[in-house]
């Protein structure tokens, strides 16, 4: 009878202590991001930032100090690795349209900006995932 306590002892203590696999997390654009944008064919040179949430919307920063950048607000669309986003500058009334590939990770994005519904006409741009 001692043996077999000793035993569903030793069989509970080691079930306890092993560990459960985690499933890695599903990479997502959720998150700050932080980069650089570009007028037509010029390598992006300006400060840039977005604000992806959860709930699709996205705040984006046009200036290199979120504090002080000028800040638009919008929705964006994930389909596969594209990302596309339109957005609006408080104050204005200009719509602004962005598309970008995510790479597998999503922690990089480039991609296009334009004048809605263009995502095109205005530039390029990159982010980095922070």
Known sequence: MNKFIIA?????LIFISCKKESSPETP????FWKGKWGSSEAYPTYGYAALFRSNG???????????TA???EGTYTV????VTANYTYAGSVNL???SATVDSKFT?????WGNSPSNTNGG???LNKK
């Open 79 to 82: 389909s596969g690795t594209t």
């Open 124 to 126: 390029k741009w990159f």
């Open 8 to 12: 569903v002892i030793a069989c509970s």
């Open 70 to 72: 000028a800040k638009a």
């Open 57 to 67: 919307t996205v705040r984006i920063f046009d200036g290199a100090d979120t504090a």
């Open 28 to 31: 997502s654009i959720v998150g």
């Open 108 to 112: 990089f994005l480039e991609g296009t």
């Open 96 to 98: 602004l349209a962005i």
